[in-house]
């Protein structure tokens, strides 16, 4: 394997049907991070996500002769790293209803958000604003990134339901496409705006609440 490029997704994998371990280490070492933040979507600790993503790695290898390139080979690999955290999640938590993986359930819907008068149309422009809040105007950059504000922020997402949590954090953490999301997580065009949608109306609730407190 080439030292100096990254194979593409052909290349890549015929070398690891051959067996080629450098090309697998690799492999891990630029799917892993967002492999694992992934998992941690699903399930509620970082030593069980940690599982996840072993347990999907494992299932790559044993799905390498099967994979038949219809999409990319990382959407095939976040596919199985999804499905195997769903299905972890399950198991963990039996009483939680499969429908409340998708975000979707009723008692998602009564959440409160920003109002979503708030936002461009959904089908439009993905929920982004009209306006922005009138408290981040006021703030320098630094200050909107600061690490106790990046740390509430990221507390937000951690408390969408869990495929909220997985859509927002692939499209705006990941910078993946909403096509990309979609094969990934198996969700329609549709669904996976309502959830994006949602899911930063959440995120962005609590941001104001918190930019609004210390007024």
Request: charged share 35%; proline share 4%; no cysteine.
């Amino acid at each position: 394997m080439a030292a100096d490029r990254i194979l593409d997704d052909q290349e890549l994998v015929r070398a690891l049907r051959a067996g080629d371990e450098r090309a697998f280490e690799d492999l891990v070492d630029r799917l892993g991070p967002a492999l694992l933040r992934l998992a941690r979507s699903y399930v509620r600790s970082q030593a069980v996500a940690e599982e996840v993503v072993q347990d999907a790695w494992l299932g790559v290898l044993r799905g390498l002769d099967r994979f038949e390139e219809r999409s990319s080979l990382r959407t095939w690999i976040f596919r199985i790293l999804a499905n195997t955290a769903k299905t972890r999640a399950v198991r963990e938590s039996r009483s939680v209803p499969l429908s409340s993986l998708d975000g979707t359930d009723d008692e998602d819907e009564g959440r409160p958000g920003v109002d979503p008068d708030r936002f461009v149309s959904v089908s439009a422009a993905e929920g982004h604003w009209v306006s922005a809040p009138r408290r981040f105007s006021e703030l320098p950059e630094e200050r909107l990134l600061g690490r106790e504000t990046a740390a509430v922020v990221r507390a937000a997402i951690d408390a969408l339901p869990p495929t909220q949590r997985a859509v927002i954090s692939l499209r705006d953490i990941e910078g993946w496409s909403s096509e990309e999301i979609r094969n990934v997580l198996d969700l329609s065009e549709t669904n996976q705006r309502v959830l994006l949608h949602r899911g930063r109306s959440r995120v962005r609730q609590t941001l104001e609440d918190y930019l609004g407190a210390e007024r």
